[in-house]
């Protein structure tokens, strides 16, 4: 399928975590160390409000019921809260029950935040470890499931707040869990299969569907539940340029923004300004979380 892209913003090094929140699409720099709201303008294109700094290499975004926003801190394995005022405090340490860099997020309606980590040294060569997502509850209390994942990148919750999916990057798939009712996963079940695909940031769509970012193919890759990549329905889309992480926003939902840079590792990315924000126009709305 062919997508005419628009360029939002340029001058990134590697997004990740693009959300759509209060009317502008945030997202985080990792090399560059910000967190930044994009204003996106009636032509498609966009002005860039750097938000906050953090050191620790910020990653996945959410919110708390409050308003009040949390973070993942890659390098320290920590979720970091932004306080009303805009001073930066730890939200949970991480780094007793993960492996490796903590990554992407998703923060369910209640505030309880779903983390996923490489679960090995990927930057230090490191072979595949599997590992398991952490369940951090919005007072900062930390858990995590029991059913292995091979790499817990994007997640997604649907609109019943039951059920929370995730892409296991070098897994192939992705693994739906029930959300219990004080915020456990349980029923883990193969959600799709998209082997020979990287799935990395995600987001889900009115009718279930999940657009992902393959980190493998320079392209965005839209699945339905209970079938497969090769299915007639995948939807396929090459983009301008590798591509990390994506959202489904603007004010009716259907603009799909993606993510794109030359290279995730930081010995290519970081410095360069290489990266960009792309945007496309699609049918069916955004759905769920984040």
Not at 144 to 169: D, K, M, Q
Not at 193 to 222: K, N
Not at 232 to 259: E, H, K, Q, W
């Amino acid at each position: 399928m062919h997508a005419d892209w628009t360029l939002v913003i340029d001058g990134i090094d590697f997004g990740e975590g693009p959300r759509w929140h209060d009317g502008r699409l945030w997202f985080s720099d990792f090399y560059q160390r910000t967190i930044s709201s994009v204003e996106i303008h009636p032509d498609g294109t966009g002005t860039r409000h750097v938000e906050l700094q953090h050191d620790g290499r910020p990653s996945g975004l959410g919110w708390l019921p409050d308003g009040r926003l949390l973070f993942v801190s890659m390098l320290d394995r920590k979720v970091m809260r932004c306080e009303a005022d805009g001073t930066v405090v730890e939200h949970a340490d991480l780094s007793a029950v993960t492996g490796g860099h903590c990554n992407d997020m998703v923060v369910a309606e209640d505030g309880t935040a779903y983390v996923g980590n490489f679960g090995f040294d990927l930057e230090g060569g490191e072979g595949v470890e599997p590992t398991t997502l952490v369940i951090v509850r919005p007072d900062g209390n930390v858990t995590s499931s029991t059913h292995p994942l091979l790499f817990p990148n994007g997640a997604v919750i649907t609109p019943s707040n039951r059920t929370l999916i995730v892409g296991e990057t070098f897994g192939g798939q992705y693994t739906a869990f029930t959300i219990d009712h004080d915020g456990s996963l349980t029923e883990p079940r193969i959600w799709a299969t998209v082997r020979g695909t990287a799935p990395d940031g995600c987001t889900l769509d009115e009718e279930e569907g999940i657009w992902y970012s393959d980190a493998a193919g320079r392209q965005i890759v839209r699945v339905i539940g209970s079938g497969d990549i090769h299915d007639p329905s995948t939807i396929r889309m090459g983009t301008p340029n590798n591509t990390y992480a994506c959202m489904l926003g603007g004010d009716d939902g259907r603009t799909l923004f993606v993510i794109t840079c030359e290279d995730a590792s930081p010995d290519v990315a970081a410095g360069t300004a290489t990266g960009a924000i792309h945007s496309t126009r699609i049918e069916v709305a955004h759905a769920g979380r984040p």
